[in-house]
Each structure stands twice: as structure tokens, then as C-alpha cells.
């Protein structure tokens, strides 16, 4: 009897990413401002059985087509105050 290992995952994961990041000095403190977001266009996985890949999964079982966060942080001295909002659009 021989068995030869066959590694069947692959995935293929494309789309767009975009961060923008800005300073400020305030009165307060130095302020940072962040804004990230990633728009998904394909997301396939590969099925050794069937011999090729799935049909586009995002938006589908816990897929999101975007996903962004938008971050402030203060810094006064030794010490930063944040705070960060997430978004995660949902799924089918």
C-alpha cells in the first residue's frame, strides 16, 4: 500500500485596501487620526476533489464585502487616550 500526501487548500483573496493617517499637535497633545479600509472582490478556495476553485464567497457565511475602522488617539506625555470605530458590512 502506498499513500502520497496531497495538499488540496488553496485560496485565492483579492481586493482593495486603502489607509490614510494624519497628525496634528493640539493644545491637548498630539493627535493621530487613522482611517483603514479593505473592499473584497474575490474570494475563492480550491477543492482538490472537484479540481477547481469555488465560485466567489464574499458576502456569502461570514464573507464581508468591506471592512473599515476609523481610530483617534491623544498623547499627553507618558500617557494615550484612544479610540477606535469598526465597521464589518454583513453576509448572506
Given amino acids: 500500500l502506498t499513500a ?3 495538499n488540496g487548500a488553496a485560496t485565492t483573496l483579492s481586493g482593495i485596501d486603502i489607509a490614510l493617517r494624519w497628525q496634528l499637535q493640539t493644545p491637548l497633545g498630539k493627535l493621530d487620526l487613522g482611517a483603514d479600509a479593505t473592499f473584497y472582490l ?3 478556495n480550491y477543492s482538490s476533489a472537484l479540481g477547481r476553485y469555488s465560485d466567489n464567497l464574499i458576502g456569502y457565511a461570514g464573507r464581508s464585502r468591506m471592512v473599515a475602522a476609523l481610530s483617534a488617539a491623544l498623547r499627553q506625555g507618558d500617557f494615550t487616550h484612544g479610540l477606535t470605530f469598526k465597521y464589518q458590512s454583513g453576509t448572506v
Fill in 42 to 44: 474575490n474570494h475563492r
Fill in 4 to 6: 502520497k500526501f496531497e
